[in-house]
């Protein structure tokens, strides 16, 4: 018995099981204790765990087993051996456990705090996302909607059925039980009902503008709900107990040309607005959402547009109206102004031709006359004749002129002449008259000034005569002085003339004239008067000097057609005037300076006086035209022959006819045909005789015509002696010349 007591194991004592059951205790107390305050911590980081009783349950539950193994450690009574040996086991490896535990869940609760705030951040963003794709498909649906109307709205440009078909669209859309508007009326102090969805109540019902509900819609941007017993709202009768819908009203601008503002532009109007008011069915819980709000204020923006639009169609198509009537207007004033210019051409054509006709005779007849023996006093009479019909004759010349001038159709005669010869030749005609009022008149030609130009020959001595002329009809004794040089550049502008900007150039110059009297003079405030058309300022009045006539009037205009500028100028009466004026000529090419493309005129004592044996044929269907020009060519000892038929013309025409003379304006003769059939007739130059044009007409076609059918020349009527004397030597010695137009 004693040896098998020595081989028994050794298990602790009982004061030291009852040690470690102690310290078990104390430890599993310890790890109750603390694994509910990590639970606390973990619920309180956690918002959202959805189970927070369980855990507080299970919380309560491990407290009160902690308590239960703390107050175990007061009531510890000795136990049998093996109870207490397996007791104690249980209680350290108890302890272990939840030592254990309690310091695991020290390092797991943070992982689980992490993981349910990224779990509260996906629920988050999940519920944003969902509220995003909500809005989403509401705006898709608040566009498809937006887009439908608009199309409906705009397809049309009529504002009847712009405002018609919204109505409809909205009330199908929303499903709305009244939908109306409210128009403006043309004082501005009303609202009128204008379009109703379902027309039940009576269009035209107004209401002040200025109500307070009115003012709360016009002053904001967004659709704002409004009462439904509101005097804008009343559009539906409800019988019995029925709940009223909601009402919302948007404002509608009505937007005017005013409206777009355009840099500092004042607006000539103040906006205007309609009124939209729309209902949603009686007796529905049915309430007005944002998209819905939203795709009214769309709509209404929409509208406003479209009225826009059709506003400006309606204003535009009324002003194609207008422009068409203006149109036609001008049209039929244009086709009446051009057969007034057709009328006024075809009498002013023929007035040429029937006045310088007898013109013709009066001249010719009187400088044959001039070439007889006549008496002092005869010879006075014949030369006031011959003065007074070449006035006549340059009176029909500017009136030709001006109309042309006027009506655009003058053009001017661009040539190379001699631009000495012109002021000689001035001179000389101007010298006789001024005789015989015992005036002096000096030429003076700067050295610099060009021999030859290019310009208008005819004109710029026409202006020349005038300006010339004028200074000795006003002017009774003292002198006249012409004075021609090149403009130089500081002396060109000018600054009576703002508008004259003259260029200088290496191909032209600007010929400068100046003509000084000492006459009567004017004064300077009836200047400006004097180159008006048949002005009479009150000194020529109080002279009886019988104005300008159309002298001044027309030298203004062809100064103009030359780019130049012509001015008078006189310190007032009985000072003398200077009247001055500047023309473009342009220089001759160096070329051509030795061989001019113009027959130069003949001087005086190189003109052959007599042409004796000469045989001229005439060819004029007006009788006293025809015997004059005969009668001028038979003084000059021509042998002339006179027809007035082109069949009695072609049957008498021959190799001894020199020159031939023919109206090429007769009625019913085309006289640039006959040419041509002369030269074809005449193949040989030296057997065809010279052709020359004598008409009346002085515009430029004909001279273009006469020189296209290869005639040699074209004499402008009426015709003197001494100019059919000087017409027949250039052409005996050229056989070419053509009188400016």
């Given at each position: 018995?004693?040896?098998?007591?020595?081989?028994?194991?050794?298990?602790?004592?009982?004061?030291?099981?009852?040690?470690?059951?102690?310290?078990?205790?104390?430890?599993?107390?310890?790890?109750?204790?603390?694994?509910?305050?990590?639970?606390?911590?973990?619920?309180?980081?956690?918002?959202?765990?959805?189970?927070?009783?369980?855990?507080?349950?299970?919380?309560?539950?491990?407290?009160?087993?902690?308590?239960?193994?703390?107050?175990?450690?007061?009531?510890?009574?000795?136990?049998?051996?093996?109870?207490?040996?397996?007791?104690?086991?249980?209680?350290?490896?108890?302890?272990?456990?939840?030592?254990?535990?309690?310091?695991?869940?020290?390092?797991?609760?943070?992982?689980?705090?992490?993981?349910?705030?990224?779990?509260?951040?996906?629920?988050?963003?999940?519920?944003?996302?969902?509220?995003?794709?909500?809005?989403?498909?509401?705006?898709?649906?608040?566009?498809?909607?937006?887009?439908?109307?608009?199309?409906?709205?705009?397809?049309?440009?009529?504002?009847?059925?712009?405002?018609?078909?919204?109505?409809?669209?909205?009330?199908?859309?929303?499903?709305?039980?009244?939908?109306?508007?409210?128009?403006?009326?043309?004082?501005?102090?009303?609202?009128?009902?204008?379009?109703?969805?379902?027309?039940?109540?009576?269009?035209?019902?107004?209401?002040?503008?200025?109500?307070?509900?009115?003012?709360?819609?016009?002053?904001?941007?967004?659709?704002?709900?409004?009462?439904?017993?509101?005097?804008?709202?009343?559009?539906?009768?409800?019988?019995?107990?029925?709940?009223?819908?909601?009402?919302?009203?948007?404002?509608?601008?009505?937007?005017?040309?005013?409206?777009?503002?355009?840099?500092?532009?004042?607006?000539?109007?103040?906006?205007?607005?309609?009124?939209?008011?729309?209902?949603?069915?009686?007796?529905?819980?049915?309430?007005?959402?944002?998209?819905?709000?939203?795709?009214?204020?769309?709509?209404?923006?929409?509208?406003?547009?479209?009225?826009?639009?059709?506003?400006?169609?309606?204003?535009?198509?009324?002003?194609?109206?207008?422009?068409?009537e203006q149109n036609i207007a001008l049209d039929l004033?244009?086709?009446?102004?051009?057969?007034?210019?057709?009328?006024?051409?075809?009498?002013?054509?023929?007035?040429?031709?029937?006045?310088?006709?007898?013109?013709?005779?009066?001249?010719?007849?009187?400088?044959?006359?001039?070439?007889?023996?006549?008496?002092?006093?005869?010879?006075?009479?014949?030369?006031?004749?011959l003065k007074s019909s070449n006035l006549l004759a340059?009176?029909?010349?500017?009136?030709?002129?001006?109309?042309?001038?006027?009506?655009?159709?003058?053009?001017?005669?661009?040539?190379?002449?001699?631009?000495?010869?012109?002021?000689?030749?001035?001179?000389?005609?101007?010298?006789?008259?001024?005789?015989?009022?015992?005036?002096?008149?000096?030429?003076?030609?700067?050295?610099?000034?060009?021999?030859?130009?290019?310009?208008?020959?005819?004109?710029?001595?026409?202006?020349?005569?005038?300006?010339?002329?004028?200074?000795?009809?006003?002017?009774?004794?003292?002198?006249?002085?012409?004075?021609?040089?090149?403009?130089?550049?500081?002396?060109?502008?000018?600054?009576?003339?703002?508008?004259?900007?003259?260029?200088?150039?290496?191909?032209?110059?600007?010929?400068?004239?100046?003509?000084?009297?000492?006459?009567?003079?004017?004064?300077?405030?009836?200047?400006?008067?004097?180159?008006?058309?048949?002005?009479?300022?009150?000194?020529?009045?109080?002279?009886?000097?019988?104005?300008?006539?159309?002298?001044?009037?027309?030298?203004?205009?062809?100064?103009?057609?030359?780019?130049?500028?012509?001015?008078?100028?006189?310190?007032?009466?009985?000072?003398?005037?200077?009247?001055?004026?500047?023309?473009?000529?342009?220089?001759?090419?160096?070329?051509?300076?030795?061989?001019?493309?113009?027959?130069?005129?003949?001087?005086?004592?190189?003109?052959?006086?007599?042409?004796?044996?000469?045989?001229?044929?005439?060819?004029?269907?007006?009788?006293?035209?025809?015997?004059?020009?005969?009668?001028?060519?038979?003084?000059?000892?021509?042998?002339?022959?006179?027809?007035?038929?082109?069949?009695?013309?072609?049957?008498?025409?021959?190799?001894?006819?020199?020159?031939?003379?023919?109206?090429?304006?007769?009625?019913?003769?085309?006289?640039?045909?006959?040419?041509?059939?002369?030269?074809?007739?005449?193949?040989?130059?030296?057997?065809?005789?010279?052709?020359?044009?004598?008409?009346?007409?002085?515009?430029?076609?004909?001279?273009?015509?006469?020189?296209?059918?290869?005639?040699?020349?074209?004499?402008?009527?009426?015709?003197?002696?001494?100019?059919?004397?000087?017409?027949?030597?250039?052409?005996?010695?050229?056989?070419?010349?053509?009188?400016?137009?």
């Amino acid at each position: 018995m004693e040896a098998c007591n020595c081989i028994e194991p050794q298990w602790p004592a009982d004061e030291l099981l009852m040690k470690y059951q102690y310290i078990s205790d104390f430890f599993i107390a310890l790890a109750y204790f603390s694994i509910p305050l990590e639970l606390i911590y973990f619920v309180k980081k956690s918002a959202v765990f959805p189970y927070r009783w369980v855990l507080v349950q299970f919380g309560a539950f491990i407290v009160l087993c902690g308590a239960t193994h703390l107050i175990n450690l007061w009531t510890f009574n000795m136990h049998s051996r093996t109870v207490a040996i397996v007791m104690t086991t249980a209680k350290v490896l108890t302890a272990v456990v939840s030592c254990a535990t309690a310091l695991m869940l020290v390092h797991i609760i943070p992982d689980l705090l992490s993981v349910k705030t990224r779990e509260l951040f996906l629920k988050n963003k999940a519920a944003e996302l969902d509220r995003e794709m909500g809005l989403i498909r509401t705006q898709e649906e608040t566009g498809r909607h937006v887009r439908m109307l608009t199309h409906e709205i705009r397809s049309t440009l009529d504002r009847h059925t712009i405002l018609k078909t919204t109505l409809v669209e909205l009330g199908r859309t929303l499903a709305l039980e009244e939908c109306a508007l409210w128009m403006p009326t043309r004082t501005g102090l009303e609202l009128q009902l204008s379009y109703t969805l379902h027309q039940q109540n009576p269009v035209g019902y107004t209401v002040p503008i200025h109500l307070p509900v009115v003012n709360q819609v016009f002053s904001s941007n967004c659709a704002v709900k409004i009462s439904p017993n509101s005097p804008v709202a009343r559009l539906r009768q409800l019988a019995g107990k029925h709940i009223p819908g909601e009402v919302v009203a948007v404002r509608v601008p009505l937007l005017h040309l005013s409206n777009f503002q355009i840099n500092d532009w004042p607006e000539l109007s103040t906006k205007r607005y309609a009124l939209m008011v729309l209902m949603l069915p009686s007796d529905s819980a049915r309430q007005w959402h944002v998209h819905e709000l939203e795709l009214v204020e769309v709509v209404a923006d929409q509208v406003a547009v479209a009225l826009s639009h059709a506003a400006i169609l309606e204003e535009s198509m009324r002003a194609r109206d207008l422009l068409m009537e203006q149109n036609i207007a001008l049209d039929l004033a244009s086709r009446e102004a051009e057969t007034a210019i057709r009328a006024r051409n075809d009498f002013l054509a023929v007035m040429n031709h029937e006045m310088r006709t007898p013109m013709h005779a009066i001249i010719a007849l009187s400088s044959l006359l001039q070439e007889t023996d006549l008496t002092p006093e005869q010879r006075l009479m014949v030369e006031t004749i011959l003065k007074s019909s070449n006035l006549l004759a340059t009176l029909i010349n500017d009136v030709l002129d001006l109309s042309r001038l006027e009506d655009g159709s003058l053009q001017l005669d661009i040539a190379t002449f001699n631009l000495h010869s012109i002021f000689r030749e001035v001179h000389n005609m101007i010298k006789p008259v001024a005789s015989i009022k015992r005036l002096s008149v000096a030429l003076n030609i700067a050295a610099d000034l060009p021999v030859y130009a290019i310009g208008d020959e005819k004109r710029l001595m026409q202006i020349i005569l005038n300006v010339v002329g004028n200074a000795v009809k006003f002017s009774k004794e003292g002198s006249i002085s012409i004075t021609a040089y090149v403009a130089k550049s500081e002396s060109l502008r000018d600054f009576r003339a703002p508008d004259f900007f003259p260029v200088q150039s290496d191909n032209h110059f600007y010929l400068r004239v100046q003509v000084k009297d000492s006459g009567s003079g004017i004064n300077p405030q009836d200047i400006p008067n004097l180159f008006t058309k048949f002005t009479q300022t009150q000194t020529l009045a109080s002279q009886n000097s019988g104005g300008s006539g159309l002298g001044l009037a027309i030298c203004k205009r062809f100064v103009n057609l030359m780019e130049g500028h012509i001015w008078i100028e006189s310190e007032g009466l009985g000072k003398g005037c200077t009247a001055t004026f500047i023309v473009k000529l342009g220089f001759p090419e160096r070329s051509n300076e030795s061989k001019q493309p113009f027959a130069p005129k003949l001087q005086a004592n190189h003109v052959q006086t007599n042409f004796p044996g000469l045989k001229v044929l005439v060819m004029d269907d007006n009788g006293v035209s025809r015997s004059v020009t005969k009668g001028l060519l038979v003084h000059l000892g021509c042998d002339v022959t006179t027809v007035s038929s082109i069949d009695e013309f072609l049957h008498v025409i021959s190799q001894e006819h020199k020159v031939v003379f023919m109206d090429v304006c007769m009625p019913g003769i085309d006289g640039y045909e006959l040419a041509v059939r002369i030269h074809e007739r005449f193949t040989k130059r030296h057997e065809r005789p010279v052709l020359v044009a004598l008409t009346g007409s002085i515009d430029k076609m004909t001279k273009e015509n006469c020189m296209r059918v290869g005639m040699d020349g074209v004499i402008l009527k009426p015709v003197s002696v001494d100019k059919m004397r000087s017409v027949l030597s250039e052409l005996l010695e050229h056989r070419v010349l053509f009188e400016a137009m």
